[in-house]
């Protein structure tokens, strides 16, 4: 299968440590998102990739959070001092190389992140 | 700002039933419009697109949506629901030309889907 792939796919931490995700994307494209989904809502943006350059961050994304994506393949998202609040689905998408006006984005599985 | 509607948390229509999701966006420049589902525990699929041209567009599983600029609208429909179409729905606009890319999503309608 070559979509897009999470790891893990569940984590359930205590309140107060570090959790990092991983997102791997289709091979071939260049352009990676991050999204946050808490119960009941739509996903929201959380930053984006172009290659290795984090080039747009949301306000949600504070400073416990952080992104990268060193070669421009897979990327990771981790929270430090995580909070109750923290608690949701983080989901990865892809999207090739802009060919047109628009790219569609090709979604993960999600990480479902428990902060007890 | 740019924003997306889903007027209909939560919709229960029979099998065999029509079906209609309401999506409303405010959105200044040319909208890029998307329907996804989202099954329990699974990832977004991605139903059908609205980029430009005509604005009846079909996607998969039998789903249609029609564009209506004159009602910021871009609403889902199906003729007949199967008990397999129960899962959440969300409206996305993306934002395009000279921008990230990013998707502005709607809270979501979720379906439930009577025998």
């Known amino acids: 299968d070559t979509g897009v792939s999470q790891d893990p796919r569940h984590k359930i931490t205590k309140r107060g440590q570090n959790v990092t995700f991983r997102c791997d994307p289709i091979s071939e494209h260049n352009r990676l998102y991050w999204y946050r989904q808490t119960l009941g809502q739509g996903p929201e943006f959380l930053t984006y990739f172009q290659n290795e350059a984090q080039l747009e961050k949301s306000r949600l994304l504070s400073d416990r959070f952080s992104a990268e994506r060193p070669k421009g393949s897979f990327s990771t998202l981790e929270i430090q001092r995580t909070e109750q609040g923290d608690s949701a689905m983080y989901l990865c998408?892809?999207?090739?190389?802009?060919?047109?006006?628009?790219?569609?984005?090709?979604f993960g599985p999600g990480t479902r992140l428990t902060v007890l | 700002a740019q924003s997306v509607t889903q007027p209909d948390i939560h919709i229960t229509v029979s099998e065999g039933a029509s079906l209609e999701l309401r999506c409303n966006y405010s959105?200044?420049?040319?909208?890029?419009l998307f329907w996804y589902v989202q099954s329990p525990g699974q990832g977004l699929q991605l139903l059908l697109k609205?980029?430009?041209?005509?604005?009846l567009v079909q996607g998969i599983k039998g789903f249609e949506a029609e564009f209506k600029r004159s009602q910021s609208s871009f609403n889902l429909r199906k003729p007949s629901v199967h008990w397999s179409d129960a899962a959440e729905y969300f409206c996305a606009v993306g934002y395009g030309s000279g921008n990230t890319g990013k998707l502005i999503f709607g809270q979501g309608t979720t379906l439930q889907v009577k025998p």
């Open positions: 959105y200044g420049a040319t909208p890029y």
């Open positions: 609205y980029f430009s041209g005509d604005t």
């Open positions: 998408a892809s999207s090739p190389r802009r060919t047109q006006t628009y790219n569609e984005q090709f």
